[in-house]
């Protein structure tokens, strides 16, 4: 019980702060305040929208940026990693919401906390490198689609109708467009989404975002257009922490959401942490501390009526482009968030609702990296297919069974590549000492097959049929040198073809079987069978001069006259001693 705390200690004493992180913030703090006010502004419409379609309102998403991001930026394992609301996690709150309501969303949030702080201390954390390229690709794609159609209601202006699948409510709230249609609504998403995509294109360190936001507010208060909805009331400051949410008979059934949520935040969390490194030179985030740090965040980010969070990709690259030196940037973006719902909420509650959909919808449109899918559709048909697999189901189902999807297909595709480099090669007898003659007549009763690659269960019942054709022979080789790997089905598979063979009046000898390879087939009984009357040995040439006495012994050859024999490396060739 000491050793494991004393091991708990140690391991939670890894993950926390230390002087050195303090060190980075004092190296260069007026870059890192620069960064941080530049990535508050290009956060502020952002964390607006992410909350306001996450079905908990403006403030959620406010709260969420100005709590998580700053214990994020605090305990996380990247000092350039900005979190906060983001558009994959508002896919999968969506239907939370509507099944579970508020109170779930929050309590989901805390669950997957507390997973993301269990990963951490795990160290699973290296673990989420093994995703396939393809899967991320796909569900970026997927996600950034799901993003888009979300925005329909109130780009279009009609309230949202009510439902939890995205292309079902999009197309509920064109049907209502149709019946009372909303031209001011419209007119004001596409002119913000167009003035961010333009002015991004031409001038990318300029936070277009915010000034669109700020010219179509003051264009429907001058203009008076009621058309355009505005976001509404918002309070002045955080809320107290509390836990009222929680609802401990909701537990179990928050549980399957709870796990999709921590998956999604330690996914998109380490793989903005890693974007950030390959955009700098020298930085190299901590995976289980970036656990920590994402699990802190959404424990707390629900006391104070936030969504769960992660890191995000689009603030942490501003963040980086700005010339953040460390986590301080992060903090100041918090805390100038912070300032800015203290202070301006009044102010931010007169933006229209379609200002933000038009936000949301360049965020969209630049969250797909066209040459990137390009490049994948091109690298194998494999790829290609396991990227247009997990978007449609992104977009269709929902993210959680997109990425599984993936991955199990991802998985099947790499096991049928693998299964394919395992060969059964039928291999000419050696002839070492014999003659012509002598050679000859070994070769009418014995044949030799290398096995090359991995014989598992994808490829064994494949091997069986090839070793099951086997001609009219007396003694079959199987060389085993250049297994790579052979699992319990294909133990089992070797075992029934040394069997089948056996029947048939056929003798199976074996030469260079691994040390590691003896447990598996032993434990099914297969090593016994090849070792039956001494028929294993250390090289196929000392089972070519036991075969040949075999059959000596069994009248089908001749006896030869005594020869001096040296046994021959089962690898090199070369004769041994």
């Keep these: 019980m000491t050793s494991a705390f004393t091991r708990l200690s140690g391991r939670v004493a890894a993950l926390l702060p230390g002087r050195s992180d303090l060190a980075e913030m004092r190296r260069g703090p007026r870059r890192d305040l620069l960064a941080g006010l530049t990535v508050a502004i290009v956060a502020l419409p952002l964390a607006l929208g992410f909350g306001v379609s996450s079905g908990l309102g403006a403030e959620a998403g406010l709260a969420t940026a100005v709590v998580a991001g700053a214990l994020a930026a605090v305990f996380g394992g990247s000092n350039l990693q900005v ?138 208060q001058v203009a008076g257009l009621d058309a355009a909805r505005p976001i509404g009331d918002l309070p002045s400051g955080l809320p107290a922490p509390s836990l009222s949410f929680l609802d401990l008979g909701a537990l179990g059934s928050l549980l399957a959401p709870a796990v999709a949520v921590a998956a999604l935040a330690a996914l998109e969390s380490l793989l903005s942490a890693s974007v950030a490194d390959g955009m700098t030179v020298g930085q190299q985030h901590d995976p289980d501390r970036e656990l920590f740090g994402q699990g802190l965040a959404n424990i707390a980010a629900p006391l104070f009526g936030g969504v769960p969070a992660t890191g995000a990709i689009a603030r942490t690259a501003v963040n980086v482009r700005t010339g953040a030196n460390s986590r301080l940037a992060a ?37 797909v990296e066209v040459s990137s899918l390009r490049a994948m559709a091109k690298a194998t048909r494999s790829d290609a297919l396991i ?71 994808a490829a064994a019942h494949r091997f069986l049929l090839e070793l099951a054709e086997v001609a009219d022979v007396r003694v079959v080789i199987l060389r085993m040198s250049r297994v790579s790997t052979i699992d319990a089905t294909g133990a089992l598979v070797l075992k029934d073809a040394v069997q089948k063979l056996g029947r048939r009046g056929i003798v199976v000898m074996a030469s260079g ?33 036991g075969a040949r006495n075999h059959l000596e012994c069994a009248g089908v050859l001749p006896p030869l006259p005594a020869r001096t024999w040296r046994p021959v490396s089962e690898e090199t060739g070369g004769t041994v001693g």
Aim: charged share 15%; aromatic share 4%; with cysteine.
């Design 331 to 367: 903090l100041v973006h918090a805390a100038v968030l912070a300032v800015i719902v203290f202070a301006a909420a009044p102010l931010v509650s007169r933006i229209p609702l379609a200002a933000l959909a038009g936000v949301l919808l360049a965020t969209a449109i630049r969250m």
């Design 513 to 545: 079987i691994r040390p590691g390879q003896r447990q598996v087939l032993d434990s099914v009984g297969a090593l016994e069978l090849l070792c039956r009357d001494g028929h294993e040995y250390a090289s196929t040439p000392e089972a070519i001069h």
């Design 83 to 220: 979190s906060g609301p983001t558009g994959a996690m508002t896919v999968v709150l969506v239907p939370i919401v509507a099944e579970h309501g508020p109170s779930g969303v929050l309590t989901v949030g805390l669950m997957a906390g507390a997973m993301l702080v269990a990963l951490a201390l795990l160290r699973a954390g290296k673990y989420m490198r093994y995703v396939p390229a393809p899967v991320v690709e796909g569900f970026t794609l997927g996600i950034a689609c799901v993003i888009g159609v979300q925005q329909i209601p109130n780009a279009l202006g009609v309230p949202g109708p009510e439902g939890d699948r995205v292309l079902v409510v999009a197309w509920r709230a064109l049907q209502e467009f149709a019946r009372h249609p909303n031209w001011t609504a419209v007119a004001l998403a596409l002119a913000v989404a167009a003035v961010m995509l333009t002015g991004a294109r031409r001038r990318p360190t300029i936070p277009f975002s915010l000034l669109a936001v700020i010219a179509a507010t003051v264009v429907a």
């Design 387 to 457: 990227l247009v697999l997990t978007a449609v189901a992104t977009l269709a189902l929902d993210l959680v069974y997109a990425v599984i999807i993936g991955l199990v297909v991802a998985g099947a595709l790499a096991l049928r590549a693998v299964a394919a480099q395992a060969r059964l090669d039928q291999v000419p007898l050696d002839r070492g000492d014999h003659s012509a003659e002598e050679h000859a007549l070994l070769a009418e009763h014995i044949v030799a097959y290398r096995i090359d690659g991995p014989l598992f269960f």
